[in-house]
T-cell receptor
Framework: AQKITQTQPGMFVQEKEAVTLDCTYD???????LFWYKQPSSGEMIFLIY??????QNATEGRYSLNFQKARKSANLVISASQLGDSAMYFC???????????????FGQGTILTVHP | GAVVSQHPSRVICKSGTSVKIECRSL??????MFWYRQFPKQSLMLMAT?????????EQGVEKDKFLINHASLTLSTLTVTSAHPEDSSFYIC?????????????FGPGTRLTVL
């Protein structure tokens, strides 16, 4: 079974500052993928970044980077230079991998509401 | 990225009626689609996995007779909430797997907000 834990119900950050959203996970799958999604008030799920369990380097995508610490089973999202438009709910998720391809259902964390102050 | 649509985006219905929500993959064929339910400020809860041409796989605690899922083609899955009641009011989101699409292969629809009066 897979489990994702996000312990920060809400986070506040000043515009242009960096913020880290925490995510820890637990799984018995030898190979897995970790995802971060952004959900603004409109409800759509916006894919941000992906980290494979066997990837040697931390994933980066523009202002988003994933601080992957496999031994600690953590996959924190770092948003640099926060913008007002970053205010949203953020979800960490994972799914099993096979042959380098994600498959099966996504397991989501509880989510973190990020508020960016001007 | 790939596009997944949902229809309707918002629906209000009376208690006791049935509501059908469509999920379409517009530019790819999806053998597997997923249906999620989300209450305000909560996480997405997987309801069922919809497989083209076969019966859906429901998560524990989800009533298959109440939430009917049909995946009749490679681009369309439907969720029917039968005899809807106010407690079924929620945000329903579908997603679809794009074969060979890479690591971010699960694409989400924009969601359907259901309100049962």
């Amino acid at each position: 079974a897979q489990k994702i834990t996000q312990t920060q119900p809400g986070m506040f950050v000043q515009e242009k500052e960096a913020v880290t959203l925490d995510c820890t996970y637990d799984t018995s799958d030898p190979s897995y993928g970790l995802f971060w999604y952004k959900q603004p008030s409109s409800g759509e799920m916006i894919f941000l970044i992906y980290q494979g369990s066997y990837d040697q380097q931390n994933a980066t995508e523009g202002r988003y980077s994933l601080n992957f610490q496999k031994a600690r089973k953590s996959a924190n999202l770092v948003i640099s230079a926060s913008q007002l438009g970053d205010s949203a709910m953020y979800f960490c998720a994972m799914r099993a991998n096979a042959g380098g391809t994600s498959y099966g259902k996504l397991t989501f964390g509880q989510g973190t509401i990020l508020t960016v102050h001007p | 990225g790939a596009v997944v649509s949902q229809h309707p985006s918002r629906v209000i219905c009376k208690s006791g009626t049935s509501v059908k929500i469509e999920c379409r993959s517009l530019d790819f064929q999806a053998t597997t689609m997923f249906w999620y339910r989300q209450f305000p400020k909560q996480s997405l809860m997987l309801m069922a996995t919809s497989n083209e041409g076969s019966k859906a796989t429901y998560e524990q605690g989800v009533e298959k007779d109440k939430f009917l899922i049909n995946h009749a083609s490679l681009t369309l899955s439907t969720l029917t909430v039968t005899s809807a009641h106010p407690e079924d009011s929620s945000f329903y989101i579908c997603s679809a797997d794009k074969p060979g699409g890479g690591e971010d292969t699960q694409y989400f629809g924009p969601g359907t907000r259901l309100t049962v009066l």
